[in-house]
């Protein structure tokens, strides 16, 4: 097991102090808020739509429960979570970015959902919300950048009420043998080049895809759930490991 919150100390591949990665997080996205959705539809051939539909199904939302989104910024998975429970579910999108957060209320207002739906700034490591109150806890694409991962798998566990599940959805590095070179080839090569001609930002498309690499594998993951009160951890692979969903329980 390695020390708690290994992380902190990297931007990407670039070695930071920890107290200064959260403000590097927060710019890279006010910069890339505004092609967000775009981009994730070009770097992943639209995949991710598919891999967020999967998370959902795993998530099994009910009406009346209280449904919360951390790291969701422009609400692809709240949005998901309220066609799901038909608008019968308390929903709170939770992000530390006020620019991701204002792409999502626009993108909600599109698709006309004006209720049902919460939008709170706040930081994964010290959610502003009550001890043991949400059934189900969310984060796509998300973990990878928080500046202390263990704390926000403590957070989690906390605001969870018991019996609750936690879910995360993370690109891998842990892809299979097969289609490991190609991966990393395609994120540090490719993926700034689109950061570059689509978004008008390499240098953010450049952590991004750094990011990924610098991510726990799935089993090391799923032990730091565990030491952090996430109960009954597993993992399912999808598209060879490239993206992951792991699963846990606050017992």
């Not at 990407?12 to 994730?40: C, I, P, Q, W």
Request: glycine share 10%; net charge positive; hydrophobic share 40%.
């Amino acid at each position: 097991m390695p020390a708690s919150n290994p992380e902190s100390e990297w931007f990407g591949f670039r070695r930071v102090r920890a107290e200064d990665k959260t403000g590097l997080v927060h710019r890279v996205f006010s910069s890339v808020a505004g092609n967000y959705d775009l981009m994730n539809d070009l770097m992943s051939g639209g995949l991710h739509r598919l891999w967020k539909d999967a998370l959902v199904r795993r998530m099994e939302p009910k009406a009346g429960m209280t449904l919360l989104d951390v790291a969701g910024g422009t609400g692809d998975i709240a949005l998901r979570l309220h066609r799901k429970t038909e608008g019968k579910a308390k929903i709170i999108v939770c992000d530390i970015n006020q620019e991701m957060l204002e792409q999502g209320k626009i993108k909600a207002l599109d698709q006309g959902v004006v209720s049902g739906m919460t939008w709170v700034t706040g930081n994964a490591e010290a959610l502003p919300f009550p001890d043991r109150s949400v059934d189900r806890y969310s984060i796509a694409f998300g973990l990878r950048n928080v500046t202390r991962i263990d704390q926000a798998l403590r957070e989690a566990a906390r605001v969870l009420k018991p019996g609750g599940r936690f879910f995360c959805m993370e690109f891998s590095p842990g892809v299979v043998p097969a289609l490991k070179p190609l991966y990393e080839a395609y994120c540090v090569n490719v993926l700034p080049l689109l950061g570059e001609f689509v978004a008008k930002d390499r240098e953010a498309y450049q952590y991004l895809a750094e990011s990924i690499l610098k991510f726990p594998e799935q089993a090391v993951l799923a032990k730091r759930m565990e030491k952090a009160g996430l109960s009954r951890a597993k993992w399912t692979d999808l598209t060879g490991g490239i993206a992951v969903i792991h699963e846990g329980w606050r017992i």
